[in-house]
């Protein structure tokens, strides 16, 4: 885009070369801060990707031809904050190595790996904007404290410990002993993570950078490996999420056997109710990746689902049929609405639901992907059902993200703690934040997952 790659490697100093590329990216224009990684690597013509790698922090894979383009990898498994310095440091080496394939290994260095760094860390926390910051916190000591550096931390978008190491090496304004492996000491007994959850900081706001520039990758049709992680892992985690007892190959085996017996099914009998809960989950996904995809969406649909949850019950009439009562959610931070009420409180919800789906071509995907979030938790406070309503919410959701044409999710029993925080946060406070920071990270999680050659 800026032809800077030409002069990359003249530059002896990595801040310099970050001073002169955001001169050249931004021009006039004021440098709005988080700065986007992502936006720069689109921006210069570099394709990324989020994988999970086991031992590299990324890798640059240079382009082959003039008809080709060079393409990031970025570790899937590291925080957002060290995801943005990657792709920082992956920007350097598109400009000074653009003509071979590196390998960034997570935490061994070369003189190149160093130079990367500390381009990343320029561009990030540009040193002129990082002293504006410095002397908007700092004490009559001209020092600035912990709780302080957090902050300054959130507005760049970078991790609290390179925060503390920039300021307290580059500024000089980290008081007491800073020496690296004190340093350290000090950073692990501060705690950072639990600080910001108690200042109830978010990352809502960089995730959402990351999915607006990683919009095109996250793009999905069904396919028949998406259908098997579906029938497969997903069925077993939303079934240990409801807190049934059923292993991942007991619930493989139910599936093959339901796919093969349908109601003949040795699984299919009273006494296993589990066993008729997954099947009913099986039954939801096939309709949900049924093709060609449905290009109507309404609140409604979730009935269908709800019906199909139950569909090998001896009673199967019970399911797609809301409450008659009112009800008392045992550990929920809400009430759920009069049952009297359901279906106007359902109304409000679908005129959103339609708007937001027909206008999905024109707002953002973290846009429609947030409001996707807030018809979900909305529902589970109306309750609908007598019964399965956190599993039929949860596929609703995918249903509104599947023919929006983006991947689907499913949360792993491991993340469950987060999400009913995140669900709570949302029931008492109204605050979503926490709530799109958890279903971001499980979107892209459940994105590599599925981006695997079956």
């Keep these: 885009m800026l032809n800077f790659k030409s002069n990359a490697k003249n530059y002896r100093d990595a801040e310099s070369m970050a001073a002169a590329y955001l001169a050249a990216y931004f021009g006039d224009s004021k440098i709005e801060y988080p700065i986007s990684p992502f936006k720069m690597l689109k921006d210069e013509g570099v394709s990324f990707v989020i994988r999970n790698f086991n031992k590299l922090e990324g890798v640059y894979i240079p382009s082959q031809s003039e008809n080709d383009i060079a393409i990031v990898g970025i570790n899937s498994n590291r925080p957002i904050t060290r995801q943005r310095f990657t792709a920082a440091h992956e920007l350097c080496h598109h400009f000074r190595d653009a003509d071979k394939q590196v390998a960034c290994p997570i935490g061994q260095k070369n003189a190149s790996e160093y130079f990367a760094d500390a381009f990343a ?67 692990r007994k501060y705690k950072p993570d639990i600080k910001r959850k108690e200042l109830e900081m978010s990352y809502e706001n960089l995730y959402s950078d990351l999915i607006d520039n990683y919009a095109e990758q996250l793009r999905f049709a069904p396919n028949e490996h998406a259908k098997y992680v579906f029938e497969n892992t997903y069925i077993y985690n939303d079934s240990r999420m409801e807190g049934l007892d059923v292993s991942i190959e007991e619930a493989s085996e139910i599936i093959t056997d339901l796919r093969n017996n349908l109601q003949n099914s040795r699984y299919c009998t009273e006494e296993n109710e589990a066993y008729l809960s997954v099947a009913g989950h099986y039954l939801m996904y096939q309709d949900i990746f049924t093709l060609p995809v ?133 029931d008492v406070e109204k605050n979503y934040d926490d709530l799109y920071e958890c279903i971001f990270r499980v979107m892209l999680r459940s994105h590599v997952e599925l981006s695997i050659n079956p």
């Design 294 to 426: 449905k290009e109507s969406l309404n609140i409604y649909d979730s009935f269908k689902l709800n019906k199909d949850l139950f569909a090998y019950y001896p009673h199967p009439e019970f399911g797609g049929n809301p409450r008659q009562n009112n009800v008392v959610i045992s550990g929920a931070k809400f009430e759920a609405v009069d049952y009297h009420d359901i279906f106007s409180e359902l109304a409000k919800v679908d005129a959103d639901v339609r708007k937001f789906f027909e206008e999905k071509s024109y707002i953002k995907v973290s846009d429609y992907i947030k409001h996707v979030i807030r018809v979900h938790h909305r529902i589970t406070v109306i309750h609908p059902f007598p019964e399965g309503n956190g599993r039929t919410t949860r596929a609703f959701m995918n249903v509104q993200l599947v023919r929006a044409g983006l991947t689907p999710i499913y949360i792993k029993v491991e993340e469950k703690k987060n999400y009913i925080a995140a669900l709570e946060k949302a």
């Design 121 to 187: 860390s320029g561009l990030l926390m540009p040193m002129s904007e990082l002293n504006v910051k410095v002397n908007e916190y700092k004490d009559a000591n001209g020092n600035v404290n912990f709780d302080d550096i957090l902050k300054i931390a959130d507005y760049f978008g970078v991790s609290f410990e390179s925060c503390v190491r920039r300021i307290a090496y580059k500024v000089h304004a980290v008081e007491g002993n800073i020496e690296s492996k004190e340093l350290t000491k000090r950073i």
